[in-house]
């Protein structure tokens, strides 16, 4: 079936940078756009940026400036987002979520993955 | 960036209520809104796209309407698989913004 799986729980210090990553299977790697949406705890939704699997160009939301990569493997039908200079206000669930338009992005989100906890103390 | 604001931010009902839900956009965004049902500990499922499209598989008591700057989201006879947290999107320009969430509680 379509899915996305995500990396596993990770636990940061401050100042420290996180990559997790999202794995999809069930369909055509290239053919679908990756959104990146976090939501930090008891809190609402914050799309973060999108990436075209097929040509590799991405589009990041400015409120991470330069803090943001995401990249991707076709080899391996994965994406990345790796976020660096981590603070505790980057404690959050990391999705990813997957785009629904065919070769294009409508910016609307069809299948998500599990999410993957990012908590960053000291 | 374009700013939502969903009302109100929680609301209790009963099995069987009519529930409504609004979302207002800070800027004209035509049709472009879409809605998502969120379960605690989970990710969010996408329930309507261009403000009033129903996705395939999600219940017909759940319908939306409006264009421009003001939406709604309606439940009818809510069901108790329905209390959860709904979250509305533009997707019209980006960066791309939620709502601040409504959640819908059992009365």
Same mark, same amino acid.
């Given at each position: 079936?379509?899915?996305?799986?995500?990396? &596993?729980?990770?636990?940061?210090?401050?100042?420290?940078?996180?990559? #997790?990553?999202?794995?999809?299977?069930?369909?055509? =790697?290239?053919?679908?756009? /990756?959104?990146?949406?976090?939501?930090?705890? &008891?809190?609402?939704?914050?799309?973060?940026? /999108?990436?075209?699997?097929?040509? &590799?160009?991405?589009?990041?939301?400015?409120? =991470?400036?330069?803090? #943001?990569?995401?990249?991707?493997?076709?080899?391996?039908?994965?994406?990345?987002?790796?976020?660096?200079?981590?603070?505790?206000?980057?404690?959050?669930?990391?999705?990813?979520?997957?785009?629904? &338009?065919?070769?294009?992005?409508?910016?609307? =989100?069809? /299948?998500?993955?599990?999410?993957?906890?990012?908590? #960053?103390?000291? | 960036?374009?700013?939502?604001?969903? +009302?109100?931010?929680?609301? +209790?009902? +009963?099995?069987?209520?009519?529930?409504?839900?609004?979302?207002?956009?800070?800027?004209?965004?035509?049709?472009?809104?879409?809605?998502?049902?969120?379960?605690?500990?989970?990710?969010?499922?996408?329930?309507?796209?261009?403000?009033?499209?129903?996705?395939?598989?999600?219940? +017909?008591?759940?319908?939306?309407?409006?264009?421009?700057?003001?939406?709604?989201?309606?439940?009818?006879?809510?069901?108790?698989?329905?209390?959860?947290?709904?979250?509305?999107?533009?997707?019209?320009?980006?960066?791309?913004?939620?709502?601040?969430?409504?959640?819908?509680?059992?009365?």
């Amino acid at each position: 079936q379509v899915q996305l799986v995500q990396s &596993g729980a990770e636990v940061k210090k401050p100042g420290a940078s996180v990559k #997790v990553s999202c794995k999809a299977s069930g369909y055509t =790697f290239t053919n679908y756009y /990756i959104h990146w949406v976090r939501q930090a705890p &008891g809190q609402g939704l914050e799309w973060m940026g /999108i990436i075209n699997p097929n040509a &590799g160009t991405r589009n990041n939301a400015q409120k =991470f400036p330069g803090r #943001v990569t995401m990249t991707r493997d076709t080899s391996t039908a994965t994406v990345y987002m790796e976020m660096s200079s981590l603070t505790s206000e980057d404690t959050a669930v990391y999705y990813c979520a997957r785009d629904v &338009g065919v070769g294009v992005a409508l910016n609307l =989100f069809d /299948i998500w993955g599990q999410g993957t906890m990012v908590t #960053v103390s000291s | 960036a374009i700013q939502m604001t969903q +009302s109100p931010s929680s609301l +209790s009902a +009963s099995v069987g209520d009519r529930v409504t839900i609004t979302c207002r956009a800070s800027q004209d965004i035509r049709d472009d809104l879409v809605w998502y049902q969120q379960k605690p500990g989970k990710a969010p499922n996408l329930l309507i796209s261009a403000a009033s499209s129903l996705q395939s598989g999600v219940p +017909s008591r759940f319908s939306g309407s409006g264009s421009g700057t003001d939406f709604t989201l309606t439940i009818n006879s809510l069901q108790p698989e329905d209390f959860a947290t709904y979250y509305c999107q533009q997707d019209y320009k980006y960066p791309l913004t939620f709502g601040g969430g409504t959640k819908v509680e059992i009365k």
